[in-house]
């Protein structure tokens, strides 16, 4: 059935046409529902084991329990290991500096609009919340899964107005309705279990569509998303008919777990109120069209129903299904799931805990051993204060059950140990105090190995998901946005913020867009090293790299910007460049009325100062500050002298000098040098010393 609204381009309607009308196109989308259909019964068994990770991870005692006794106990150790690598890795992926995104430009300038974009897109889909959900679902289930859609909202609110009284006499208020559009890119975490790529042996999903394959994700739609749906022409209005018509109270059949309603169940909500929902088949996969082969996105609604088939609708003619494996498996495009080593010893765990529990139940309580032939008052021999028993204390003796609890709560945190090993966790990365007091050495070498454990894990999550990500939020915005939207601008390296408008995004120049939060995070000790390195530069006479002029603006504003943040870093080292010079007769104007106007920096001095007096004959200084603005203009005229006359230099190869040796100036390090601590204060625990500063790529050698 044709859409209702067709886009007069005829570009736009031949993506949104409906070509599943077409005999032999139908027939293949048959042919490919019967695949996909089978390709989710063969994972199912994936699916089934998905549930007992999460059970696991939730803190669900399961039914391959041994130990059947009165304690019901469940020890979390893949929780607070999963836990911990949420903590550490999501801290790494989202820097102090706020800085997340590497825009590379052929032109010389650097494409800050574009940077500032994607941040202002990064907070409005809410990453920071939605990454460390990322995360769980990759060492859970194995598997990265996002999908990347456009969200258009509209609200209408009410505003007050003055408006002119129809006398002509005063001002009135009143209210007024305005409909205001929310648009940004919406990003959707999806279970593995309702991912399905075939082959299941391809390396990506491009791959896999391009040899034959397709990408499938099941949905479940209510009636209210079923109509949203016909509304917006994304699915064939008969066929969404036919679909309500048929909707049942969906049961989850054995190949298709409902991960939701189990999250749901596990947060302590007994039903997801959903009510009625119908499964969807959502495929996108290559047809062959008149026009050649084409990627396109096809619904099916049941075996006999094909809700839409069009060619894909996104500009940019991606997939927006990101999935990657957490650790990549040669031969499979699904990685395995974190928890499946360590399954057992957690079974294993909260065995021996709940046996340790109930034998502490027993060791708490006394044993009383007394011979009822020679003690005929056993009955009336009551644990009560100050109780008096009549026997013979020779008759009566007191036993002590075994403490079989303190070997089950060391044998428990042997074993935890072992997930913890299993799961790369490391004692730095697991707060609370340590039994063992270790030394300067073993801090920094527990500091090295989590740097390379987290460093492996992020950058898998970068190239695989983050970086395409944000190469689809250029793509989405340049196709949805037509209007000019006002973000916070990052200056250079996001050193300053302001308010910018951004027009809409044109693709015809080339951009490269990388996820940059990983890399800056790296700094605890690049910084070291940096300040080292610009240290010995400064020491180098000009006249031994010729050709070059030592530029440390960079250098420095990147420095400050991971270590302070864009908020403080902007207040330290500021940007002359990004403050404003306003014309002396503008600043004359608004002196006169009593404003107190600051002075730039860059000003032209002199030629103000010519301006400010001349107005001071011809208005006079009412209130004093064009006297005040002047004094600024000359200290600064002052100021810049004496910077152009420098500060007296020592000869080369003095102490102190370029090139010397000995001590350094006051107040300054040598040439070369790194900045420490004053030598009887010791640096803080976990600092890593200069003389074990090594490669953050290379493995740390055993002693």
């Not at 003690?375 to 036993?399: G, H, I, K, Y």
């Not at 990004?578 to 002196?591: C, F, T, Y």
Request: aromatic share 6%.
């Amino acid at each position: 059935m044709p859409d209702k609204k067709k886009p007069e381009d005829p570009v736009l309607r031949d993506r949104g046409e409906n070509i599943a009308t077409k005999k032999k196109i139908k027939d293949d989308l048959l042919d490919k529902y019967k695949d996909i259909v089978t390709g989710f019964t063969d994972q199912n068994e994936r699916s089934q084991n998905a549930q007992s990770y999460w059970k696991a991870f939730n803190g669900e005692l399961s039914d391959n329990q041994f130990y059947s006794g009165n304690s019901q106990l469940f020890v979390p150790a893949i929780y607070n290991a999963i836990e911990a690598r949420v903590t550490r890795f999501t801290n790494q992926i989202f820097p102090v500096s706020g800085q997340h995104v590497e825009v590379m430009s052929s032109d010389v300038t650097k494409p800050q609009a574009i940077m500032s974009l994607l941040e202002h897109y990064i907070r409005k889909a809410k990453l920071r919340s939605l990454i460390p959900s990322l995360i769980r679902n990759g060492d859970v289930e194995g598997q990265y899964n996002i999908y990347v859609s456009w969200s258009k909202r509209v609200r209408h609110v009410v505003r007050k107005i003055k408006r002119q009284s129809q006398e002509g006499v005063g001002d009135i208020e009143d209210i007024e309705e305005e409909e205001l559009t929310a648009s940004r890119p919406e990003v959707e975490i999806l279970a593995d279990s309702d991912v399905l790529v075939l082959p299941s042996t391809a390396d990506s999903i491009e791959e896999a569509i391009y040899e034959g394959g397709s990408a499938t994700i099941l949905r479940r739609w209510t009636k209210a998303k079923i109509k949203e749906m016909m509304a917006s022409d994304a699915i064939d209005s008969k066929a969404g008919e036919i679909l309500l018509d048929e909707m049942q109270q969906t049961r989850r059949s054995i190949h298709t777990p409902d991960k939701e309603k189990d999250a749901v169940h596990a947060a302590g909500i007994k039903s997801d109120g959903r009510g009625k929902w119908a499964l969807v088949y959502e495929v996108w996969l290559i047809l062959k069209l008149e026009e050649g082969l084409r990627v396109c996105q096809a619904f099916f609604g049941g075996p006999d129903n094909i809700l839409m088939c069009r060619r894909n609708p996104l500009w940019c003619d991606r997939v927006p299904l990101l999935s990657h494996p957490v650790k990549k498996i040669q031969g499979s495009f699904k990685g395995q799931s974190l928890v499946k080593p360590i399954l057992d010893m957690q079974i294993y765990i909260n065995d021996v805990a709940n046996e340790g529990a109930d034998s502490s139940y027993y060791a708490l309580l006394p044993i009383v051993m007394s011979d009822p032939e020679k003690n005929p008052r056993v009955a009336s021999m009551v644990l009560a204060p100050a109780a008096v028993w009549e026997t013979n204390p020779r008759d009566t003796q007191f036993a002590q059950f075994p403490p079989l609890w303190q070997d089950a709560m060391e044998l428990v945190q042997m074993l935890q140990g072992y997930i913890f090993q299993t799961l790369g966790v490391n004692p730095a990365m697991i707060t609370g105090n340590q039994k063992q007091k270790r030394n300067q050495a073993e801090i920094a070498n527990e500091q090295q190995v989590d740097i390379l454990t987290t460093a492996d894990v992020v950058t898998v999550l970068e190239a695989g998901i983050l970086t395409p990500l944000v190469q689809l939020f250029v793509e989405l915005d340049h196709q949805n946005r037509d209007e000019k939207i006002s973000v916070r601008r990052f200056g250079e390296m996001g050193m300053s913020i302001d308010m910018e408008q951004i027009s809409p995004v044109q693709m015809g120049y080339r951009y490269e867009y990388r996820w940059f939060g990983v890399e800056a995070a790296r700094s605890a000790q690049q910084i070291q090293q940096q300040i080292s390195a610009l240290n010995v530069a400064r020491g180098i006479p000009p006249q031994l790299y010729q050709g070059y002029k030592l530029n440390l603006a960079p250098a420095m504003t990147h420095m400050i910007g991971n270590t302070f943040g864009p908020q403080l870093g902007r207040q330290i080292f500021e940007d002359l460049r990004a403050q404003i010079s306003v014309d002396p007769q503008i600043e004359d104007d608004l002196m006169d009325v009593g404003n107190a106007v600051p002075v730039h920096p860059l000003d032209d001095h002199r030629v103000h100062i010519e301006v400010h007096s001349q107005d001071m004959q011809q208005r006079g200084d009412r209130f004093g500050t064009k006297r005040a603005h002047l004094a600024d203009h000359m200290q600064q005229v002052a100021q810049q002298a004496q910077q152009q006359m420098g500060p007296p230099q020592q000869p080369p190869g003095q102490p102190g000098g370029p090139g010397g040796g000995g001590k350094g100036m006051p107040g300054q390090a040598k040439p070369g040098a790194s900045p420490g601590q004053p030598r009887p204060m010791q640096q803080p625990p976990g600092a890593v010393a200069q003389d074990q500063m090594r490669d953050p790529r290379a493995m740390p050698r055993r002693m």
